[in-house]
Structures are given as C-alpha cells and as structure tokens.
C-alpha cells in the first residue's frame, strides 16, 4: 500500500537496530516513532484504543522484566493486533520464540529435527538427563539471545555444582544434547515467507558460534535441503520474520536448534550486502 506509514518501534533503547529501522523507514517516506517498551501503557474504558498510536508496531526488543511486566506488554501487544494494527513479530510468534522449550517442542511436533532435550525444574532430574544424554550438554537460559548464559558441561562434577546452583536460584534447567559439528552453524533470515539472506557462523577458538561472542561471519548460498529446513521452521512457530540456526552434524545430520524472533541483522548486512532494514520496512508496509 502507497502513502505514508506510521511506524511504531517498541525497544529498550536507541540501538544500532532501531536507528537502522528508523533510517530505513524514512528513507521510503514513513515517519517512526521510538517508544520504551517499559513505558507503554494501555487504558480500558470509553472505546480508548491501546497504545500507542501507530498503523504497524514493531517489537525490536522484550526489555528484562519481570513476570508480571513481560505478561502486560505481550498483553498489551495482543490487544494491540486485535484492534486491527499489524504486530510485528504477531504477538503468539514472540511468545513462542522467546521460550526455548515451547518453541523447541513447535519444531518437533513440525517434522523438524532438534537436539534431544530435557528440561525440568530440579537437580536430580537434570542429573539423570545429563547421563541419558551422554554425559555431553549445552545449558541454556529458558530466555535467552546471543548465546549469553549458555555453557557446555562434559564433566559430572561440573554438571553436579551447576544444576544445583540453577535449582536454588529457581530457575529452569534447560540442556541439549551436544551435537559433534564442524565448527559453524548456519544463521538463515526468513522475511514473508522467503529466504532473504544466510550466513554461515564460524567460532573462533570457542563451541559457540554466536558472531556476538565472538564467532566469525561470512556469507552463504543455501542448497535445497538448508532452505527448505529454515522455511518450515518459520512455519512451525508461524513467525513471518525471523533468523534460524541450523547446525550441520558430523554425522551428515543437520538440526534446527531454534528460531529467533526478533533476530539481530548487523553481521547479516554487512557480509552479505543486503539492506535488511530496508527489506523489513517495505514488508512490513505492506501489512496495513
């Protein structure tokens, strides 16, 4: 659709990401406007529609909170595209992602292939799995981006001291099997539908691939095979935008380990030469 958009952009801040938006929407003619997640608000009462103002949102960032604030903003986010304003991501695709165990269960029950996995809410527990699993996990945080708190345990003291501090700290023990590769993954970013540009994330004298703790980026042509796996696991979690990892096993396997909903594009751009920015406010314009 022609004619100015009204952008509203949800974050934490004035991140690299969110100036890029607001750079791009601009420079198509749309205005966008930067609002802290933490300061939204709604009204109920007298046909008041809820904040804020705008012909498409986009959620850039879920600030840290706690329970009860990250229910009202998906709440609010939820009531938002009710009255008819597109959210981007859609509130139900966030609230997926942004859970590992629900989103990881998503893309099993889609066909996919995913690490094997246990997560539970006590020590012994874990314990048991940590065997069953090969005495070989990765621990990750049940919320989680840019591969922060995660740690690979191979040593059962190790996994004795840390599932005993997470239990007391009462959080949820999450562990995946690990999964022998080659030392990169593959980070697909998935625009409506449409494979818009990948990745393949080399680490650098580390398991972890991330580029933000420090893995090494460079571009990438999908075959049939990676494609199709990152298009369905989009469909899976019916996320319109969003970045897969894929990781190629030694053993010619090849795993979904998530998706990410509100996925970061720096590295994207830079090695691969795409305007993503550009491509997601064109896209998102096209959903008023």
């Known amino acids: 659709m022609s004619g100015c958009v009204r952008f509203c952009i949800l974050s934490g801040g004035l991140g690299w990401h969110v100036r890029d938006l607001v750079r791009a929407a601009e420079a198509r003619g749309h205005t966008a406007e930067v609002r802290d997640f933490r300061l939204v608000h709604g009204s109920v009462g007298r046909g008041e529609r809820p904040m804020p ?16 604030q990250v229910v009202f903003r998906m709440d609010l986010l939820h009531r938002i595209a009710a009255c008819g304003v597109p959210v981007l991501n859609p509130p139900s695709a966030l609230e997926t992602c942004i859970d590992k165990y629900l989103s990881t269960a998503r893309l099993e029950a889609g066909g996919l292939p995913v690490p094997e996995t246990v997560v539970c809410q006590d020590a012994e527990t874990a314990l048991e799995a940590f065997g069953r699993l090969g005495g070989d996990v990765v621990v990750k945080p049940l919320f989680g981006s840019e591969g922060r708190g995660m740690c690979r345990i191979s040593h059962a003291e190790l996994a004795w001291r840390t599932f005993r501090t997470l239990e007391r700290t009462a959080c949820v023990l999450y562990l995946q099997k690990f999964v022998p590769h080659f030392g990169y993954d593959v980070r697909v970013f998935v625009l409506g539908g449409k ?17 933000a703790q420090g893995g090494l980026a460079e ?46 594009w720096r590295a994207l751009s830079r090695v691969c030469a795409v305007d993503v920015a550009d491509e997601l406010i064109a896209f998102a314009a096209r959903q008023r």
């Open 53 to 68: 103002e705008a012909d498409c949102v986009l959620v850039r960032t879920m600030p840290p909170g706690s329970l009860e």
């Open 195 to 211: 494979v818009l540009a990948a990745m393949r994330r080399r680490s650098n004298g580390d398991w972890r691939t991330n580029v």
């Open 219 to 264: 571009a990438m042509r999908l075959d049939s095979r990676l494609e199709a796996l990152a298009l369905r696991a989009a469909e899976a979690v019916r996320t319109p935008i969003c970045g897969v990892d894929l990781l190629p096993a030694q053993d010619g396997s090849v795993y979904v380990l998530e998706v990410n909903a509100v996925p970061g």
